[in-house]
């Protein structure tokens, strides 16, 4: 993985922890824990749209909706088990 990659895959994670964040009511991580939820996300997302027959497509924007959906799903979940 060059530099790039490596910088663009740091924004995308903090924009979608970010996002995630602003989604999910309560749940502000600052810049680090928002990239780290993002990344968290993207991995999850990754896994299980396509499980459910789900393709966003290529390109940034796909990259970054897809990052948000998994990282909603993740701070849900964190939410969740905090209630019980």
Same mark, same amino acid.
């Given at each position: ?6 910088? $663009?895959?740091? #924004?995308?994670?903090? !924009? =979608? +922890? &970010? /996002? ?7 749940? *502000?991580? %600052? ?5 780290? $939820?993002?990344? #968290?996300?993207?991995? !999850? =997302? +990754? &896994? /299980? ?7 966003? *497509?290529? %390109? ?8 948000? #959906?998994?990282?909603? !799903? ?11």
């Amino acid at each position: 993985m060059g530099i790039e990659s490596l910088i $663009v895959f740091l #924004i995308v994670g903090a !924009i =979608a +922890g &970010w /996002l995630a964040g602003l989604i999910v009511k309560g749940y *502000g991580f %600052g810049l680090l824990g928002n990239i780290v $939820v993002g990344i #968290i996300g993207a991995l !999850i =997302a +990754g &896994w /299980l749209l396509p499980q459910l027959g789900f393709s966003l *497509g290529t %390109g940034i924007m796909s990259a970054i909706v897809n990052s948000v #959906i998994g990282a909603v !799903i993740l701070l849900v979940v964190i939410k969740l088990v905090k209630q019980a």
